[in-house]
Nanobody, 128 residues
């Protein structure tokens, strides 16, 4: 299983970036996906997750500014990040849960331990 994250970069505060995560080697459409980030010197933290029915859940710190989405036909997940702040600076990781999900489930997986597969990370730096 491979997850390839891309789209990071350097942006000024208030700007936008769109991260992508392409998944190969696993059935994609029936599994939850998530984005996490690790600021310098800190623990990895939850950013957003999307279920197989495309319901979404966000960390309070990004709610209203970030949007997670998935394109099952392309085996790709996205994170649209708007109104970026210097505190959003981190390495961003995409993750795929191993266990298939019931279509009607409304449970959201927000812990790194919930996910079996991880991308290599893409750096996002927001300057003030």
């Amino acid at each position: 299983v491979q997850l390839q994250a891309s789209g990071g970069g350097l942006v000024q505060a208030g700007g936008s970036l769109r991260l992508s995560c392409e998944v190969s080697g696993r059935t994609f459409s029936d599994r939850p996906l998530g984005w996490f980030r690790q600021p310098p010197g800190k623990e990895r933290e939850f950013v957003a997750t999307i279920n197989r029915n495309k319901s979404t859940y966000y960390a309070d710190s990004v709610k209203g500014r970030f949007t997670i989405s998935r394109d099952n036909a392309k085996n790709t997940m996205y994170l649209q990040m708007n109104s970026l702040k210097p505190e959003d600076t981190a390495k961003y990781y995409c993750a795929l849960r191993e266990t298939r999900m019931v279509l009607t489930s409304n449970y959201y997986y927000t812990n790194p331990g919930d996910y079996a597969y991880w991308g290599q990370g893409t750096q996002v730096t927001v300057s003030s």
